[in-house]
């Protein structure tokens, strides 16, 4: 991987809503039994609106009911889970291939 995609990758990281994030289950005559991504942890209330706010939301996988959109593989909790963990995963690798290259590069001169 070179320099410019880490770069790419550090500027869509950068660019993205801050994190940690997690996944949440929100339920109401909008959301329907949505799964969420937002800034703020899951209560396990499945909670309505107004009981959450829509401005806490990062993303949305769109499994509602009725569905309008549909996971043909049914794992949108696990999707939603796997979007969550990279938020903090993908810059920490980013920052691991620069040392991992850096020592590499230290250890040839």
């Known amino acids: 991987m070179g320099e410019g995609e880490l770069e790419e990758i550090d500027e869509l990281c950068s ?19 949505l799964v969420a991504v937002s800034t703020v942890p899951d209560t396990g209330r499945s909670e ?11 993303a949305a996988t769109l499994v509602q009911h009725p ?14 889970a ?4 990279a938020r903090e995963a993908v810059p920490r690798l980013v920052d691991e291939v620069r040392r991992l290259r850096d020592a590499l590069a230290e250890k040839g001169t």
């Not at 796997?82 to 963990?85: E, T």
């Open 67 to 80: 569905r309008y959109v549909d996971a043909g593989d049914e794992r949108w909790d696990e999707n939603a």
């Open 82 to 85: 796997f979007i969550a963990m």
């Open 15 to 33: 660019a993205a809503t801050p994190g940690p994030w997690f996944v949440r289950t929100l339920d109401d005559d909008h959301a329907m039994n």
């Open 48 to 58: 309505r609106w107004p009981d959450f706010d829509h401005r806490e939301i990062v």
